[in-house]
Each structure stands twice: as C-alpha cells, then as structure tokens.
C-alpha cells in the first residue's frame, strides 16, 4: 500500500482507467461488472470517470501514476448511495478495497447519505465477508446469483479517521 494515492477521477484517467479495466482478469471484471469488458467500451470508461450532483468517482493510483482501483458511487436505488469497487487483481488483499470505500462513504456522508447498497456476485466470497465484518446488520437479499446489500453508513467511524 506504500506509494498509493486515492483522489477523485477526472476525465483526463480515460486512457488510464481503459487500461486498468483491460488489465483486470476476466475473474475480477466479472466480479465487478457480473461480465467481461476486455475491450471497455467508451460509455463505460465516460460512466466510470462521471462526477456530478448524482455521481461520485475515484481512483487509487500506485506509483507513477498507473490506475490500480477504481471505485464509484451514485443516488438512487434503495439506498441513499449505491457503491461499486475494484482493485487490480495484484493489488488485492493489501486494504485498498476498504480504503476506497471508507474514502467514498465519508464523501457520499458530507453530502448526506445515511445508508449504503450494493450489488454483490453470489461467488465474491472475500467481498461478501468484508461487509460482514463492516456492516454487521446490513440487510441481504439473494436474487438470480447476486446479492443486494444495504447497510447504515456509520459516521461516527468514518469521520474518526
């Protein structure tokens, strides 16, 4: 996790973020976006680096600049905010995933979210115990594969930071 920085997408991370998609195994990108997108397509690399009132996004980059996480949020739904996140395949299980979420969830809390969904692949096992010990009392409901995740957004531990 040394040298990582998390800051908010800008559209000039389009080259970026295309190669970082590109670069996750087929493994990850179905995780992620329940399909593979080696080949991402414009409106998706436009729709992951999209920031305005309803959207949120941001990137954690290594050293040199290179994408390694990608995490994004938007209102709506049956929460106040709904999140998605990746992390490169080799930068997976160092804590970079939950540090996107912490630094998305405290974003999403100043403008006022209380409550936090998801939509998680049934087989992300490491995802699905993350929010287990997170969320502890998060609502979760299994449909098709997926499972639909709501939890409260406890400001309290993330404003101690």
Known sequence: ?????????????????????????????????????????????????????????????????EIVGHAMSYRGGCSDVEIAVVVTDRWQGFGLGPRLVDTLLMRAAVRGARTVGMDVLGENRRVLR????????????????????????????LFAE
Do not use: K, Y
């Not at 559209?11 to 080949?39: C, K, M, W, Y």
């Open 130 to 157: 993350l929010i287990r010990r997170l969320w502890p009392d998060a609502e979760m409901t299994v449909a098709s594969g997926a499972v639909a995740v709501t939890a409260m957004i406890d400001r309290h531990g």
């Open 1 to 65: 996790m040394n040298g990582t920085q998390i800051r908010p997408a800008c559209p000039d991370d389009e080259e970026g973020i295309r190669r970082f998609l590109a670069g996750l195994s087929l493994h990850t990108q179905t995780l992620r976006f329940f399909t593979g997108v080696a080949n991402p397509a414009a409106g998706l690399v436009r729709t992951l680096l999209a920031v305005d009132e309803r959207r949120d996004a941001l990137v954690a980059t290594a050293e040199g600049g």
